[in-house]
């Protein structure tokens, strides 16, 4: 599809909230992808799935295929661990002498980070003492999410990622030594990979990203995927679910069908464009720059489905009026009730493809094409039924020409000019006093009767 791909429908089904038969039924999630056709965007239709490479002897299909032999892609097939509650996390191997972590795999952000203390929500940590190959760097960085904070010493060290690389690579990693609300009871992971672009890396962009890093060294395609298999298994419990991190690469057997792909609108977040929601098969009748404002982005460290305050009560609503769910709420601890997760919460930023959506797909971010891709992922069934679907494509001649709001300036961008103003304030501040401690030293010059200095002697040389 490349650049005629227009972006992502999700019509979230009433029906996924009423099905209790565990008979084939349409899936609750579907994924219709719309392309612009030739008279509206005057261009030709190009094909809407995404044609996958040949399969080697190996039965992998990569991307683009690597130009060096450093990584080995079907050792990473069910390298993941978690669920969509707490996350899905990867094994590493960091520093000399090895020390094995558990790594949250986060689409949403771009730093790399571990624990470098004990906390009591944790198994382990990244001790640098027991580290010949560690360097720190010399500052310290703080990195805030949606919930939770960090902050951490910026160093770098080398790191092994067991299932898929036969050699170590030297990062940029940050060891937390303070946080808030970042490490939460019942989690298993120990740090954070953030896969997002160097846009969003703290301090600065100009810090290099453990998978920007990783391309370099390795020699991999600037592509990675993700299958998360906990699609409709319970989060609660002591069990994990698998998935996989296929990080240079595509794995065939790891989707059915065809790829979908959809234009990644900046790079900073993998922010996409969303036309529309349905629910019910209803659509909700939005501007669609509504389900944009001010991002729509696919986020694998956000757990549930986020949508705009005005998104999100039009989706209640339009449950409640196409469906006989009746919703009792919750008025307190110790109650009898059997609960169930809505899997969508209101947002004041950004509609975020959390990782309640993403566990239906395999999800493909090729960095090199700059597109986000969607397949049907096997994983993502209950009882033989498949829970997402996609199909497509649609006319988009009745959406608007661009359903991206218009931003006056993303986040980096706002602190390096507030960075500027104060700057320049600080400037003008600091003249002014200068200014005024200074004790005025003007020489009195001999009066010229003849020099014409104020009103009065101008109007007298008038009269003369």
């Given at each position: 599809?490349?650049?005629?791909a227009r972006a992502l429908?999700?019509?979230?089904?009433?029906?996924?909230?009423?099905?209790?038969?565990?008979?084939?039924?349409?899936?609750?999630?579907?994924?219709?992808?719309?392309?612009?056709?030739?008279?509206?965007?005057?261009?030709?239709?190009?094909?809407?799935?995404?044609?996958?490479?040949?399969?080697?002897?190996?039965?992998?299909?990569?991307?683009?295929?690597?130009?060096?032999?450093?990584?080995?892609?079907?050792?990473?097939?069910?390298?993941?661990?978690?669920?969509?509650?707490?996350?899905?996390?990867?094994e590493m191997l960091i520093?000399?002498?090895?020390?094995?972590?558990?790594?949250?795999?986060?689409?949403?952000?771009?730093?790399?980070?571990?624990?470098?203390?004990?906390?009591?929500?944790?198994?382990?940590?990244?001790?640098?003492?027991?580290?010949?190959?560690?360097?720190?760097?010399?500052?310290?960085?703080?990195?805030?999410?949606?919930?939770?904070?960090?902050?951490?010493?910026?160093?770098?060290?080398?790191?092994?990622?067991?299932?898929?690389?036969?050699?170590?690579?030297?990062?940029?990693?940050?060891?937390?030594?303070?946080?808030?609300?970042?490490?939460?009871?019942?989690?298993?992971?120990?740090?954070?990979?953030?896969?997002?672009?160097?846009?969003?890396?703290?301090?600065?962009?100009?810090?290099?990203?453990?998978?920007?890093?990783?391309?370099?060294?390795?020699?991999?395609?600037?592509?990675?995927?993700?299958?998360?298999?906990?699609?409709?298994?319970?989060?609660?419990?002591?069990?994990?679910?698998?998935?996989?991190?296929?990080?240079?690469?595509?794995?065939?057997?790891?989707?059915?069908?065809?790829?979908?792909?959809?234009?990644?609108?900046?790079?900073?977040?993998?922010?996409?464009?969303?036309?529309?929601?349905?629910?019910?098969?209803?659509?909700?009748?939005?501007?669609?720059?509504?389900?944009?404002?001010?991002?729509?982005?696919?986020?694998?460290?956000?757990?549930?489905?986020?949508?705009?305050?005005?998104?999100?009560?039009?989706?209640?609503?339009?449950?409640?009026?196409?469906s006989l769910l009746y919703?009792?709420?919750?008025?307190?601890?110790?109650?009898?009730?059997?609960?169930?997760?809505?899997?969508?919460?209101?947002?004041?930023?950004?509609?975020?493809?959390?990782?309640?959506?993403?566990?239906?797909?395999?999800?493909?971010?090729?960095?090199?094409?700059?597109?986000?891709?969607?397949?049907?992922?096997?994983?993502?069934?209950?009882?033989?039924?498949?829970?997402?679907?996609?199909?497509?494509?649609?006319?988009?001649?009745?959406?608007?020409?661009?359903?991206?709001?218009?931003?006056?300036?993303?986040?980096?961008?706002?602190?390096?000019?507030?960075?500027?103003?104060?700057?320049?304030?600080?400037?003008?501040?600091?003249?002014?006093?200068?200014?005024?401690?200074?004790?005025?030293?003007?020489?009195?010059?001999?009066?010229?009767?003849?020099?014409?200095?104020?009103?009065?002697?101008?109007?007298?040389?008038?009269?003369?």
């Amino acid at each position: 599809m490349g650049a005629l791909a227009r972006a992502l429908l999700l019509p979230l089904l009433a029906q996924w909230l009423l099905r209790a038969a565990p008979a084939p039924a349409p899936a609750p999630f579907t994924l219709p992808l719309r392309v612009a056709g030739a008279a509206s965007r005057g261009a030709s239709l190009a094909p809407g799935p995404g044609t996958p490479a040949a399969p080697r002897a190996d039965g992998l299909a990569l991307a683009l295929e690597p130009a060096g032999g450093a990584a080995n892609f079907l050792a990473m097939v069910d390298n993941l661990q978690g669920d969509s509650g707490r996350g899905y996390y990867l094994e590493m191997l960091i520093g000399t002498p090895p020390q094995k972590l558990q790594i949250l795999v986060d689409t949403g952000s771009s730093n790399f980070a571990v624990a470098g203390a004990p906390h009591s929500y944790i198994d382990g940590y990244f001790d640098t003492e027991r580290s010949s190959t560690y360097r720190p760097k010399g500052f310290d960085v703080t990195v805030k999410y949606t919930q939770g904070s960090w902050t951490g010493s910026v160093g770098e060290d080398t790191v092994t990622i067991p299932r898929g690389f036969n050699s170590s690579f030297l990062v940029n990693i940050a060891t937390i030594f303070e946080s808030e609300n970042f490490f939460l009871p019942g989690i298993k992971w120990n740090g954070i990979l953030g896969l997002a672009y160097a846009t969003l890396a703290k301090p600065s962009s100009s810090l290099e990203t453990f998978f920007d890093s990783l391309v370099t060294q390795a020699d991999i395609p600037n592509v990675f995927s993700m299958q998360m298999c906990g699609a409709g298994l319970p989060v609660a419990g002591a069990g994990t679910n698998g998935g996989s991190l296929v990080l240079g690469g595509v794995e065939p057997s790891l989707y059915k069908g065809d790829i979908w792909y959809t234009p990644i609108k900046e790079e900073w977040y993998y922010q996409i464009e969303i036309l529309k929601l349905e629910i019910g098969g209803q659509s909700l009748n939005l501007d669609c720059r509504e389900y944009n404002a001010d991002k729509a982005i696919v986020d694998s460290g956000t757990t549930l489905l986020r949508l705009p305050q005005k998104v999100f009560d039009a989706v209640v609503e339009a449950v409640a009026r196409t469906s006989l769910l009746y919703i009792q709420p919750m008025m307190g601890a110790g109650l009898n009730y059997e609960c169930y997760r809505f899997g969508i919460s209101p947002s004041t930023n950004a509609l975020v493809i959390g990782a309640t959506v993403m566990e239906g797909f395999y999800v493909i971010f090729d960095r090199a094409r700059r597109r986000v891709g969607f397949a049907a992922s096997p994983c993502a069934e209950i009882a033989g039924a498949p829970v997402s679907e996609i199909s497509g494509p649609y006319s988009t001649d009745d959406m608007a020409s661009n359903c991206v709001p218009a931003q006056s300036l993303n986040e980096p961008v706002l602190w390096i000019v507030s960075y500027a103003l104060m700057s320049v304030c600080g400037v003008i501040l600091l003249v002014l006093i200068v200014l005024l401690l200074l004790p005025c030293r003007c020489p009195r010059r001999p009066r010229d009767p003849e020099a014409v200095n104020d009103e009065s002697s101008l109007v007298r040389h008038r009269w003369k």
